[in-house]
T-cell receptor
């Protein structure tokens, strides 16, 4: 089946640093979503991307839909302690096919 | 606006017991999804409903798992009998239209 590979699996950064993570696939996706999961909670939708090359921001978060349609990127600028959590990418291949989720990138922020 | 509501938040049971997880989707949403999350396998889609009708249950691991949606505001996921390998966090999500799914807080299930 389709798989999404997220990297890095985990990262430790200093407060104030910028963060970059990505999600890649061997298959083409028509839509990319990014979610954040806080400990003990469900994933929360952060950003949705609908077109190849699209760049969308949500506060300090910026996500891009790769032009090959096989990848997506999430950047967080000036990280703060509440950015801690697991970030998941999810892709939709077509129509009513189920969302495919990556395994997540676990972010830790050191104050 | 209330989000997706799940109950219980935590469930500890013994092997062989029946477990029922409950979900109230966001009002007006027409899709409801049940997921299971484990460290090893990540988020797995178990089953989803459209307008209360089960559409795809190919992710349900075994016949021990069943799900129902008797009306637009309530769904259950039942495991009978439960086994230790069923221990996981179970999420319910809903969406208006297919794509933008909103997740509940999850039920952490431990089967001893």
């Amino acid at each position: 089946g389709q798989q999404l590979n997220q990297s890095p699996q985990s990262m430790f950064i200093q407060e104030g640093e910028d963060v970059s993570m990505n999600c890649t696939s061997s298959s083409i996706f028509n839509t990319w979503l990014w979610y954040k999961q806080d400990p003990g909670e469900g994933p929360v939708l952060l950003i949705a991307l609908y077109k190849a090359g699209e760049l969308t921001s949500n506060g300090r978060l910026t996500a891009q839909f790769g032009i090959t349609r096989k990848d997506s990127f999430l950047n967080i600028s000036a990280s703060i302690p509440s950015d801690v959590g697991i970030y998941f990418c999810a892709g939709l291949a077509s129509g009513n096919t189920p969302l495919v989720f990556g395994k997540g990138t676990r972010l830790s922020v050191i104050a | 606006d209330a989000g997706v509501i799940q109950s219980p938040r935590h469930e500890v049971t013994e092997m062989g017991q029946e477990v029922t997880l409950r979900c109230k989707p966001i009002s007006g949403h027409d899709y409801l999804f049940w997921y299971r999350q484990t460290m090893m396998r990540g988020l797995e889609l178990l089953i989803y409903f459209n307008n209360n009708v089960p559409i795809d249950d190919s992710g349900m691991p075994e016949d021990r798992f069943s799900a129902k949606m008797p009306n637009a505001s309530f769904s259950t996921l039942k495991i009978q009998p439960s086994e230790p390998r069923d221990s996981a966090v179970y999420f319910c999500a809903s969406s208006l239209g297919w794509l933008l799914q909103y997740f509940g807080p999850g039920t952490r299930l431990t089967v001893l």
